[in-house]
């Protein structure tokens, strides 16, 4: 009776006016209430009654009361849902469905309908669905939550949940594209290179071969041919397999399973450089000097080749390494171009650490999963010398595509950073200046400056500097007219070489083919191009990232509470704990602050210096390793903690 009485609602809509209002984003806890932070920083608690109308990540305007010393918040607007199209878990509750969006920080069930394709009494407990928002308790005339089911993901049972989850989260196909029934090559005219020695050096199991090498030796230093697969040469600009390939942008690489861009006749049998087969490829001749510079002027032409070698990196590596009972190359060809390869990646080395920037080699993880989801392992492949020989070659030819197309079309897709954040810049001389290196701003910003800075930092013993200069860096990005990479000290960088899996390949081919033929381009780069590449890659990094996280919860579970040691280099301190990458399989854990030392209080954490202290003595920073066991494991949450074997202070 009262609550629909306009007086009374008049009379709170005036006391209401009185109240100060602020908007932030709530933030949920684990202990069911929660706050609403700010742009400006602030933080304003939210009561467990009160976060029923909200979930985690809305943006709303909230009113602020005060009761005795105590302010509150009490959100009454909702300016932006978290929630829209959601991944959540069946939850049957008194015979209604409920869904519990998958979300660490989202556990409360909402009621939900499903669509009429659906059928509601399919779904059990604990099942995966795809659903959107169609109510919320701020929206006006709604008063409660309401989500729809749209669409099955995976029975909780399903062995392959984490492939089949991620991929949905993030709308990615989990199959390959279809393609047409017949594949029509196109009629261009093609060198005859099929009686070159070119080869092929990628895993063992790898099917989709999309570069080969030949070299000669010659006074100047080495020809390298470098031999592309040409998808383009079936593939026209607007055609159905290419929109598709343009939705999906890349090949998806996860552990265990990938899901190619383009259809797999095309990219694992047409187009791959299958020894003793002829293909159609796309193909530079490029000069490197005897000291490993590259040499402008790299002629680019269409060619066809037949590779006379299928080689795997780890046999490649033993026969150059000399490794006792290793690999052996049959013929006499193959072993002379393993032998110049691996002098040309020598040479170019050595010139890139001199006058460009060398990244440090980093291992690779890769999961040994069975057919049923399990994760058997995680073996280490450290980079050996087949590995750095690949990829000396691949930037070679991509900086020697950046130089054509700068030089002709004036674009393409350019791989482009920027060095150094200029809005950061004295930060960053502050930063060094504490550590006794000197360097000024407008150095810093130069091409030469940023390599300087990066062997300076190349050469300290500890990797604290290095670190911490990363988090003042700009960010890569793809870009449609030609710009220098500062992260590889060059002055452009083009990629061509996969374009069997990488769209933006696929453009440059043809932007390359269109200098060959002095005609215009059959496509070009536009707004819409770029914003597309740069979506998909970031959403294909962080599916990778969320299948990997799901699968190490899995394999390290078994590990929680044990007295298993691991090394783990911490990534990130702040007040919260500290992260850290394990170095024996590549998982990221949590360490919190509560379990870092034996007495909280005489711990003091610096999230902006990134660097742990006990009793005002620096005992812990970034970059450091600690040893340390694996504590509670989340499965699904996807989250491990780990604890240190001894805390500081013991």
């Given at each position: ?66 009761d005795g010393d105590k302010t509150s918040a009490e959100p009454e607007q909702l300016l932006e ?124 199991s790898t099917k989709d071969m999309d570069d080969a090498l030949y070299v000669e030796r010659n ?264 710009q220098p990479h500062y992260g590889m000290g060059l002055e452009g960088y083009a990629t061509w ?154």
């Amino acid at each position: 009776m009262f609550q629909d009485n306009p007086l009374l609602q008049q009379l709170k809509a005036q006391i209401r006016e009185t109240l100060p209002t602020v908007e932030g984003q709530v933030k949920a806890t684990a202990k069911g209430y929660g706050f609403i932070e700010t742009d400006k920083g602030e933080s304003h608690f939210v009561p467990p009654p009160m976060m029923k109308k909200v979930v985690h990540g809305d943006r709303v305007s909230a009113v602020l009361r005060e009761d005795g010393d105590k302010t509150s918040a009490e959100p009454e607007q909702l300016l932006e849902a978290s929630l829209d199209r959601f991944i959540a878990r069946v939850q049957w509750f008194k015979g209604r469905l409920n869904l519990v969006p998958d979300h660490p920080m989202m556990k409360a069930g909402m009621r939900a309908r499903c669509k009429k394709h659906i059928d509601e009494k399919s779904l059990k407990d604990g099942d995966y669905v795809v659903a959107h928002l169609k109510r919320h308790p701020l929206r006006e005339d709604d008063k409660s939550f309401l989500a729809e089911v749209s669409e099955f993901v995976a029975a909780t049972d399903d062995p392959h949940v984490p492939w089949w989850v991620i991929l949905a989260k993030h709308d990615l196909a989990k199959v390959e594209p279809e393609g047409p029934s017949t594949w029509q090559l196109d009629g261009a005219e093609r060198q005859d290179l099929t009686a070159l020695p070119f080869v092929t050096i990628d895993a063992a199991s790898t099917k989709d071969m999309d570069d080969a090498l030949y070299v000669e030796r010659n006074d100047n230093g080495w020809r390298l041919t470098v031999a592309i697969a040409d998808p383009t040469a079936y593939v026209q600009p607007g055609d159905d397999v290419d929109q598709e390939a343009f939705k999906r942008c890349l090949t998806q690489y996860l552990p265990g399973y990938n899901v190619p861009m383009l259809p797999r006749q095309l990219a694992d049998e047409l187009c791959s450089l299958v020894e003793a087969e002829d293909r159609p490829a796309l193909c530079a001749h490029i000069q490197v000097a005897a000291d490993g510079e590259l040499q402008p002027g790299a002629e680019f032409f269409l060619a066809t080749i037949r590779s006379q070698g299928k080689l795997a990196y780890d046999n490649v590596s033993d026969y150059l390494d000399e490794v006792a009972d290793g690999w052996q190359p049959q013929q006499a060809e193959i072993a002379e171009q393993c032998q110049q390869l691996h002098a040309l990646a020598n040479a170019r080395s050595a010139w890139r650490k001199e006058n460009a920037l060398v990244f440090p080699d980093q291992p690779d993880y890769r999961f040994e999963v069975d057919d049923n989801g399990n994760v058997l392992n995680i073996h280490v492949d450290e980079r050996r010398t087949a590995n750095r020989i690949v990829e000396e070659c691949m930037i070679v030819a991509n900086a020697a595509c950046a130089e054509r197309l700068s030089a002709t079309v004036g674009q393409g897709i350019f791989n482009a950073h920027a060095g150094l954040d200029p809005e950061r810049i004295n930060l960053v001389v502050e930063l060094l200046e504490k550590h006794h290196i000197t360097f000024d701003a407008e150095q810093l910003l130069t091409m030469g400056g940023y390599c300087a800075l990066r062997r300076v930092l190349d050469k300290q013993e500890s990797g604290y500097l290095d670190a911490r200069v990363r988090k003042l860096q700009a960010f890569a990005e793809v870009v449609g007219t030609p710009q220098p990479h500062y992260g590889m000290g060059l002055e452009g960088y083009a990629t061509w070489t996969s374009p069997i899996r990488k769209y933006s390949d696929m453009v440059n081919h043809r932007l390359l083919k269109a200098t060959i033929a002095a005609s215009d381009p059959t496509q070009v780069v536009t707004d819409q191009l770029l914003e597309q590449l740069a979506k998909m890659r970031k959403l294909h990094r962080m599916c990778e990232r969320h299948v990997g996280d799901w699968l190490y919860a899995r394999y390290l579970l078994a590990e929680s509470g044990s007295k298993t040691e691991f090394t783990g280099k911490i990534i990130d301190i702040n007040r919260g704990g500290i992260r850290v990458k394990l170095a024996e399989n590549g998982a990221v854990a949590f360490m919190p602050a509560s379990h870092v030392s034996v007495d909280k209080a005489r711990l003091n954490i610096n999230g902006e210096t990134a660097q742990a202290s006990f009793d005002d003595e620096l005992k812990l920073q970034v970059a450091d390793t600690i040893a340390v066991t694996i504590g509670q494991v989340d499965v699904d949450q996807r989250s491990v903690m780990v604890l240190p074997v001894t805390p500081l202070g013991s």
